[in-house]
């Protein structure tokens, strides 16, 4: 089951609650209130392709950076090419004269 953060609006009280996606609404455990709030914390990074980090994972050098669009770029100019034709990637920032 997936865990929900939640704020009371009436006393400022966070919680964590476990529940199903469809299950009815719930009160605030230090107040009782049924004025809540769902609160976002973090979300999960699901990434393929330009959007995936470069280096260790979180703290990618300046260096790591370019090569990893020096890598993907030209895939991507790929696809655009197959999918929308050779109009579609004019403008587009090259990394090789070839591309």
């Given at each position: 089951m997936p865990m929900y953060d939640y704020r009371c609006k009436d006393?400022?009280?966070e919680f964590t609650e476990t529940h199903g996606f469809n299950e009815s609404a719930f009160d605030c455990?230090?107040?009782e209130s049924e004025n809540l709030e769902r609160l976002i914390k973090d979300a999960p990074t699901?990434?393929?392709g330009m959007l995936t980090?470069?280096?260790d994972?979180?703290?990618a050098?300046?260096?790591e950076l370019q090569a990893k669009?020096?890598?993907e770029t030209p895939?991507?100019?790929k696809k655009l090419r197959d999918k929308l034709g050779d109009d579609a990637i004019r403008g587009l920032p090259k990394i090789n004269d070839d591309d």
């Open positions: 006393c400022g009280y455990p230090e107040c699901f990434a393929k980090h470069a280096g994972g979180w703290k050098t300046k260096e669009w020096r890598e895939k991507l100019h």
